[in-house]
């Protein structure tokens, strides 16, 4: 299947993926969610207030779709399909488990647990329910994930990779999501990646109808070749 030799060909990618997010499951065991919250926020600065006001927003599912309407004004349909299906599938599993888990967002986790924590970047809405898992964080690995495997060149793995863990990141610095937020968020963008590469590549269910049934001609005419 096309979609296994790409898994293969991009073994760097999806190591250090899984790598990071297994390093990150085994931090967030080892320390309360308070305390895993609080070592991960240790550093604040005003730039980097700035800087994570904003870069968190390419995580919202807008960079998704301005990728894919780039994909389809250039003719590139079953890329732009791919990254669609990735975003679609990903946006629906977190919005079904937000509502099922319901868990506290931080603010409102602290104040249950009376915590005082008050670095709170100004100008950043906090909301109190609907924490797990980290939407953005799942918008941002589907995006990163769909790029490497529909582009074939290996060199964009690495800017990949650090465009979704510093979306993951920001999520935390901005006090939105805990750290098992986003490591599920992430699990959850890579597997809806790979679902609509392997639907728009392998099943290709998106193919035309003409197209459809050339392809069973040809594949006809190739049995019925004597060897």
């Not at 807008?62 to 299906?85: D, H």
């Not at 769909?146 to 510093?166: G, Q």
Request: net charge positive; proline share 2%; glycine share 4%.
């Amino acid at each position: 299947m096309r979609t296994t030799k790409r898994l293969t060909k991009l073994r760097y990618y999806f190591f250090t993926a899984i790598s990071i997010l297994l390093l990150a499951l085994i931090f967030n065991f080892s320390f309360s969610k308070t305390d895993g919250f609080i070592i991960l926020n240790r550093f604040h600065s005003i730039w980097l207030d700035t800087f994570f006001r904003y870069f968190t927003n390419l995580g919202d599912g807008l960079a998704s779709i301005l990728v894919a309407a780039i994909l389809l004004a250039l003719r590139k349909k079953k890329k732009a399909m791919t990254v669609a299906l990735a975003n679609i599938y990903s946006g629906l599993i977190i919005q079904i488990a937000k509502r099922v888990f319901h868990m506290p967002r931080p603010k409102y986790f602290f104040e249950q647990t009376l915590f005082h924590y008050t670095h709170f970047v100004e100008g950043v809405s906090t909301h109190n329910q609907n924490s797990f898992p980290s939407g953005h964080t799942a918008s941002a690995f589907a995006l990163a994930t769909v790029l490497v495997l529909i582009f074939k060149k290996k060199k964009i793995s690495f800017y990949c990779l650090f465009f979704a863990f510093s979306i993951g990141y920001s999520r935390i610095y901005l006090a939105q999501h805990f750290l098992i937020d986003v490591i599920f968020g992430a699990v959850t963008g890579i597997t809806c990646a790979i679902a609509g590469y392997y639907q728009v590549y392998d099943l290709k269910l998106f193919r035309s109808a003409k197209l459809n049934k050339r392809y069973k001609q040809f594949k006809i005419a190739n049995q019925s070749i004597p060897v």
